[in-house]
Each structure stands twice: as structure tokens, then as C-alpha cells.
């Protein structure tokens, strides 16, 4: 969406131009009776001139306190207890909502087309004052979605991949470039790395920022491949990288979560391969695992858990009528710790 | 709040005005089939205009559906994260929820009592349809709460400790005695337990089997310290039990929750003990992590996810008027693998 008009002209302007309190403009456009038809005609008349639009949140502005947000995740109910990001995630998430009272109404979907619709039920059976939508893809359908319900929402995702939705989002893109850097810099040319969920949107990021940064260092492999985000598909593609013949094997693997990395490790054990020594490992997120293996795991340490809590405050915030906008969080940066060091020989 | 237009308009005056019958309005606002998607969208939009809601009570009078059920969870946030059980336990539930169109409703809380409060004002606000509940504690007031609401709930707990609820159950102190028995028959004379927090029911169950299956087999140490789940507080049992006297050292220890085992594992590493040559480990439900170190662990097994889906289940069939009842499912299995033997020497 081009910047919209909403974000120069307020509420205020049109209350002023109409002649009315800044409430009767809100009754207005909430479709909520109490004001007289040509009262209503007027207010819509300076909205139409001013290029006004009532946001997201107008609806929920009037309306009472929020006391559920909703929460769709799109992976096999499987999937979901074994990897530590999701709980991670809603527990931050949980944070910030009991310190509002408010609850969350979870649910597993098969697709981000089953999401839509669920938001839709939800809004409109007014079961949610708002959504936390996230795992983006490219022309992901739950963003027209949430525009044509003008319901409260905050998606986690890439600016590019949400549209003109709110966004909490990570720099991705950098932080695979300081992953591949570093391990350069420790004398690594032959990199790989076991991605996430290939439809993913911030997968597909991390793919072209790993092959960049390989090309721009001059690395001889960028061998990436993308997975389900299990422990057992992590070591699968660990054991086939470490099997390759010795030009083709990778000295350092970056793994897109830890449970892969953790896997990652007890292959090399497996097969007697020595980390750091015979092969370097880095994971992602950082959750209490990489630091309780021997040796502890190297990661790029992101918090999740204030991720969570960061799109929640910042639903709460779309709920109570901030503009829509980015919010970055903190990039992961690089932890190192012992499973990462210079190439033998 | 003000007092709302809707207590002065009826489902009467948003049938009349979306050219409908009073029973299709109430098909559209309990999300039941038999309407177009068009004369539902015109339902929603007469009521809106209107400033109508449904009244909560003729909502659920008309429906038997049940579309929410709720789950409220007593531990810290930044807990929730650290454990593979719950999510694993969550996703468990949200697979038969999935089949039921059913959402969850989610909610952390500091206290039983206040699990109690939210219980009575979910169920009063006619948010939920029942209720899992988890965690008990002796004389729990949760029991209490939902016999007095006549509330649709399941217990998942020992039916010592959930009164006259319907109650889902493993029987924790037949597997405490078989992993002891297991290790004591390996040859193993000083077994310690890592248990989880000291409060919990089932905590307290594990710990009475503990000891009195180790007086039964004439046990010298039967070393047992409470945690709260963590890996760090795992590992720091470890430490301190790897560190004792010789003639006090446990050269087996079972831990109650697999993330605690796997730090176990990583403090024997760093000690440079060898697992299971110098101290065998045995972790409990066995998530996948026990599959992806080195070496694996052995685990008293426990379908984590079964187990949610096996409390969702059973609250559907108290929804639907089955009696209340006991429903154990299957008890925990040892399942040996890597991280146990006989002691050496």
C-alpha cells in the first residue's frame, strides 16, 4: 500500500471540518446509532475531503476492554511440540497479556487460507479484540484478509512480506551475513547451512542473504538445504553434508533453529568427528539447549521470548489506535561458545 | 462502559432488517451451516448497523457446539518456554480440537486460587465451554470451583487428588518403581532422583515410590532433591551429586523431565565422566530430544502428545454428558537406549 493519507490527517481534523467531537466521528464510522442522518452524511462528507480513512483500530477503540487476543500457527499439531521457538514465543506472548488480563485463543490450522477464514469467525463472532499472525509467506492471503475486516493485527514478519499491516519483524538478511562473515573470518571456506521451511518468507531471506554473503567472501560452498525444522531432519542433513566426500564437506554448518544444531551435534559424535575441532556448528535462536550441551553451542542468539512479548504490546498498541508501522527488533547477534573455531590444518 | 444500544435492540430488529427470519440470525452468530455466505455477510452487517450483539445466553442455550475450551497454566511465564512437556501437551490437545473446529483458550496464572477466579469468570462470561485443568496440589481449590460452577472440566491428575472430577491420569508410581528396579537390577546401589517442583502432586507420588521401592530393595542412598523443571536447576543437581564423596556418589541418577537429563548429560561430559561407563542417566517422557544426543537417552517413555489428546477427548465426552470417571492412560515404559548400564567394577 502508498503511504496513506491517514498518517498527515487525524480524527481530530475531521471532527473539526464536520463540526462535531472527535466521538461522533467514531460513532460514525462504527456504524453505531446516535446520530442523525445528515450529522453522519457530514462527517463522511469531510472524512471523503480530507482523504481520511477511520484505521484498523477504530472499531476496537469504541468498543470495550480486549480481553482475548487470537494466535492461528500453520504446522502439523506434531510439529508444535517439538521445537522450542513456538512455546518460547507464546510464553512471551503470555507475558504481556496477563499483565492485561487477557487470554489467548490458540489454534492449529493446515493453511494460511484455513487462517483467513479463522480470522474472519473470530472477528466477527467477536471472539477476539485482535490477532498475532505469523510464518508469512509471499503474497500470503491473510493480509487482505485482515485489511478488508479493518481488524486489530500484528503481523510478524518482514515489512516486504506484510503489506500494510503493523509488523514486529527481525533483521534476518544481516544476521545470516554475520553468521557466514564470522565463520569466514575463523578461516572456514566450505560453509553450509540446514534451513527452515523452504515456504517460508523469512527462509526465503536467509537462502539469498547465506548465497550472497558466500558469494561476496569468495567461498568455494554454500550448500544450503531447507527442512522441516525437526531434530530428525537436522541430523539427516548433517549425516548426508558430513558424509560427502572430503573436498565437498563442509567444515561449519549454520542451522536455522537449535534443536537441528543439537541434533547436528550428536551426529558428528556418531560418526567421531570432533566439534570444533573436525567440524565447526552454529545454531539459531539460542534457547536454553545450546548451553546445555558439551561443548555449549555457538548461536546467533535471538530473544524469542521478548519477540513474543514485543508483538504482543505492540497488538495493544494497534488495539488502542497507534498508526500503523515497523518495529524491528533487535537483530540476533553471534554467541560464540564451543562448538565453533578455525579449520583444522 | 455506558449502556449499550443493544439492550434496546432485539435479534427481531436484525432479522427484520437483513430481510431474514430470527432463527437464521442466530444460525450466522453461532457459525452454523445453512446459510449463504451473502446472507450471512448481510446478517453481520444488519447488526452492526444496528449496534446489535447477541446476548451471551440465549447464544449458548441455542448451541450445544462447543467452540473454546480453555487451559490455564500456574507456572512463569519464561517456564513455559524452557519444557518441552507443555507444548508438547498443548499440541496433544490442539489435535483433537482441530477436528472440533475448537480453539483454546490460553492463560497463564501465578496461583491455583487465582486458576480458580479465571475459571468462574470464563465459564460465568460464557467464554468457554470446559475447562482442562492441570498441575494439581493437595486439597486443590480448583476442585472445589468447578464442582460449585457444575463446569465441564478434566482433571489431569491422580484421582487422589481431583475429588469428584473426571479425571485423566498416569500411574507415576508403578513407573518410579520399574526405572528403579531397572537400575538396581543393572546392579546399581546408590540411585538418586532429580525430581520436579516439590509442590506438585505428582511430584510428591514419584517421591514416595522412590523411596519406598528403594527400601524394598535394600538401596544404600536414595538421594532425591526437588527443581523446578530447568535445565540449569538440572544441572545443578547434577553437579552437586557428581561431586560428592566417593562413597556417596550416585552412579545412577533419574531425572523427572528429559530437558534436566540432557543437562545432566552435558555436566558429566564437563566433569569428564563418561555416560554411561562412569554414572548412568535416565530421563522421563522422552521427547525427541532424548533421541538426538550422544549417546541417546534411555527414558521412562511417555506419549506426552497422547496424553493431551487423550484430556481433550475425555472433556468432550463430559460436554456431552458422559459421567464423570477415572481414565488412566498408559503408564510410563522404559525405554533403554544409550545413557544406562551396569556401574562399573
Redesign the interface.
Known amino acids: 500500500m502508498t503511504a496513506s493519507p491517514s498518517s498527515r490527517v487525524t480524527i481530530k481534523d475531521v471532527a473539526a471540518r464536520a463540526g462535531v467531537s472527535k466521538g461522533a466521528v467514531s460513532l460514525a464510522f462504527?456504524?453505531?446509532?446516535?446520530l442523525s442522518e445528515a450529522t453522519r452524511d457530514r462527517i463522511f462528507a469531510a472524512a471523503r475531503e480530507l482523504g481520511w480513512e477511520p484505521n484498523l483500530t477504530a472499531r476496537s477503540l469504541s468498543s470495550?476492554r480486549v480481553d482475548?487476543v487470537?494466535l492461528a500457527i500453520c504446522r502439523p499439531?506434531?510439529?508444535?511440540?517439538?521445537e522450542?521457538f513456538?512455546?518460547?514465543?507464546?510464553?512471551?506472548v503470555?507475558?504481556v497479556?496477563?499483565e492485561h488480563s487477557c487470554?489467548?485463543?490458540?489454534?492449529?490450522?493446515r493453511t494460511v487460507e484455513e487462517e483467513a477464514g479463522l480470522l474472519e469467525?473470530?472477528w466477527?463472532?467477536?471472539?477476539i479484540g485482535g490477532s498475532i499472525l505469523v510464518d508469512f509467506r509471499a503474497d500470503d492471503p491473510r493480509v487482505a484478509a485482515a485489511e478488508r475486516l479493518a481488524m486489530p493485527v500484528v503481523a510478524v514478519g518482514h515489512p516486504t512480506l506484510t503489506g500494510s499491516l503493523t509488523s514486529v519483524w527481525t533483521d534476518d538478511a544481516t544476521a545470516v551475513t554475520e553468521a557466514v562473515r564470522y565463520l569466514a573470518a575463523l578461516g572456514h571456506r566450505r560453509i553450509a547451512r540446514v534451513g527452515g521451511a523452504a515456504a517460508l518468507g523469512h527462509t526465503v531471506m536467509r537462502t539469498a542473504a547465506f548465497d550472497a554473503a558466500a558469494r561476496t567472501l569468495g567461498l568455494a560452498g554454500a550448500w544450503q538445504v531447507a527442512t522441516d525444522y525437526?531434530?530428525?531432519a537436522g541430523?539427516r542433513a548433517t549425516r548426508s553434508m558430513l558424509t560427502a566426500a572430503p573436498a565437498d564437506r563442509p567444515t561449519a554448518i549454520v542451522y536455522d533453529n537449535d534443536?537441528m544444531a543439537?541434533?547436528g551435534?550428536?551426529v558428528a559424535?556418531?560418526m567421531g568427528l570432533g566439534v570444533p575441532g573436525d567440524v565447526s556448528l552454529l545454531a539459531w535462536d539460542d534457547?536454553?539447549?545450546c548451553?546445555?550441551?558439551?561443548p555449549?553451542l555457538s548461536a546467533m542468539s535471538h530473544d524469542?521470548?521478548g519477540f513474543g512479548a514485543e508483538a504482543a504490546r505492540t497488538l495493544f498498541g494497534v488495539i488502542t489506535g497507534s498508526g500503523p508501522g515497523s518495529h524491528p527488533v533487535p537483530t540476533p547477534v553471534l554467541t560464540p561458545r564451543g562448538s565453533t573455531a578455525p579449520p583444522r590444518g
Open positions: 462504527n456504524r453505531k446509532p446516535g470495550s482475548v487470537g499439531a506434531r510439529m508444535l511440540g517439538l522450542p513456538y512455546m518460547e514465543f507464546v510464553s512471551g503470555e507475558s497479556l496477563t487470554s489467548l485463543l490458540l489454534r492449529l490450522v469467525s473470530w466477527r463472532g467477536r471472539q525437526s531434530g530428525e541430523a534443536i543439537v541434533a551435534l550428536a559424535a556418531e534457547s536454553q539447549l548451553r546445555l550441551t558439551h555449549t524469542v521470548h
